[in-house]
């Protein structure tokens, strides 16, 4: 296995010293919007590299109780348990995303994991979202749609490189520019939904 010099120690200082700039505060308005329109409330998701998670704490007020945040960063998941400590510990995991094997889930929620992780890995990424799926599952979330002048964390990328990488192991549903972006991103993002194949 590639590695990447990106590890669980380099992000958790990252909370330690709260030099979280992708952290936006609060639930990402195109994954709230699309689970507003979900009515199976039982519906199994994870956020995978979820941080602090906004969104897991959104979908779980709302009564989507299935909800599983994963990161390898401790001080993420203690920033959560601060704010959450009614949230059930088993949907809290501590772990290497590409070494995690579990139950399979309905959803996946990306939000700014993939360009966190070295691109040398994004194979991986989907071969591994791929199976942490149930037949008919969906990875759900945002992409950049841009290169980034420095060099990564994030790493950026265009429809046109990732089109041919997911629809070996996706369908591809919808993979277009984001029209309810906040405002920071407006112009810069993708909203994806993908079907497993
Ligand atoms: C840029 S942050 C995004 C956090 C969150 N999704 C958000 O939007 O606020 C990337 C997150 O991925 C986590 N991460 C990176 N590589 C990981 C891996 N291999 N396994 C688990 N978590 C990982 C980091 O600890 C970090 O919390």
Redesign the pocket.
Known sequence: MHK?K?D?AY??D??KNQQ?G???GYP?TPIVTFFNGIANKEASIL?????????AQYLYEQGFKNVYL????AG?LRNFKTRMPDFPDFQLIQ????K?KSIQFDYIIE???F???DPA?REDYIRHTHELLKNNGHLVGLLFAKEFEKEG??FGGLKTQYEPMFSRHYNIKIMEDCYNSIEPRAGSELFILMEKK
């Open positions: 990447s990106f669980a992000w958790d990252r909370y979280t992708w952290d936006i990402s956020i995978p590299g979820g941080g602090n998670a906004h969104e994963l990161d390898w960063a993420a772990e290497d995303f590409f995690f939000q700014t994991f360009c966190a992780i890995l964390p994030p």
